[in-house]
């Protein structure tokens, strides 16, 4: 199979590599094609983006083939980083090396990791990150797809036909699939029905859309990449307890902040962001090419086709 390849700073290469490869094997005819001096961290492919931890032994042993990667494929590499932020640490402590989805919260809040945690890459990602942030699980994915549907059925001024983009009592049925992506409306109606606010971290522009912010106090942050929703959560290192939901009267707020946008620009050097609006799509089935998000979304609704990566 052929395999495009990339590493930032490092270039992109076509590769041939047997169609029993195995992910170390892999790895290896990467590093001598780009010359690379640095251990791996991580590599992403598909649509939406999936992400393998190439620090985990079991994941090296694994066949390309059983983790999605196909012949057509690209794949973007990313190295460990030679620098790590580290927490404040009793002289006697080892700092603590930070994950390419965490950054400390030093100098801000004590003792603290400000980390994206990652739910499933599937059609309910955003239900699955809220879901998170307020109950620590998954277990309302579902539940809130059905608050939306209720929602929008009950207020069709509100939510009307243009708004929608298709008929109210239609969008009521359509929403509660599981197929179905949710995005900004379905935040919108989610932060008003939970009473707090909702900041969406954009990755690609490395900046906060803010749901609600003036009507309440608490808030939860998600991360957005363009195409796949995770949750965002504050990591006390000593306890291991993790903070979801906050509240915008903390004097560090604005600090918070500032670091999680520098981890969307960390994320987003390592490919971790997608531009729906300037990438192109391609549908692994039958290799129609689409651009966005909403174009992506509709052509699963229609073929049934699921499978999608990123067009070279």
Not at 27 to 43: H, N, Q, R
Not at 206 to 229: L, P, T, W
Not at 249 to 278: C, I, P, W
Request: one cysteine or more; charged letters at 25%.
């Amino acid at each position: 199979m052929r395999i495009k390849v990339s590493c930032p700073e490092f270039g992109t290469r076509v590769v041939t590599v047997s169609n029993d490869c195995v992910v170390s094997e892999l790895l290896k005819t990467v590093s001598e094609e780009l010359e690379l001096g640095k251990p791996f961290a991580s590599c992403r492919f598909g649509y939406p983006p999936q992400v393998v931890d190439l620090t985990q032994e079991t994941n090296l042993g694994k066949k390309l083939e059983d983790l999605g990667i196909a012949s057509g494929e690209k794949v973007n590499f990313t190295l460990e980083s030679t620098s790590a932020h580290s927490l404040e640490s009793p002289s006697h402590e080892v700092p603590r090396k930070l994950k390419e989805n965490q950054i400390s919260l030093q100098g801000i809040w004590s003792d603290r990791i400000l980390q994206i945690h990652a739910v499933p890459d599937d059609n309910s990602c955003m239900f699955h990150a809220i879901s998170y942030c307020i109950h620590g699980d998954l277990s309302h994915s579902q539940v809130y797809r059905e608050i939306v549907a209720s929602e929008v059925a009950a207020d069709p001024m509100e939510y009307s036909d243009a708004i929608l983009g298709r008929p109210n009592r239609e969008y009521s049925q359509w929403i509660l699939k599981k197929s179905s992506w949710g995005g900004g409306i379905e935040l919108a109606v989610l932060s008003k029905v939970l009473q707090l606010s909702v900041y969406v971290l954009d990755v690609d522009a490395a900046k906060f859309e803010k749901f609600n912010e003036q009507r309440f106090s608490d808030f939860i942050m998600v991360a957005f990449n363009g195409v796949h929703y995770d949750a965002m959560e504050v990591l006390k290192v000593a306890s291991g307890e993790k903070l979801r939901v906050l509240n915008q009267g903390s004097d560090r707020l604005g600090q918070v902040l500032e670091r999680a946008q520098d981890v969307a620009l960390d994320m987003k050097k390592r490919g971790y962001s997608f531009n729906t609006a300037r990438d192109r799509i391609k549908c692994n089935v039958c290799s129609e090419i689409i651009i966005g998000e909403r174009e992506a979304a509709r052509h699963a609704e229609k073929t049934g086709h699921v499978d999608f990566g990123q067009s070279s």
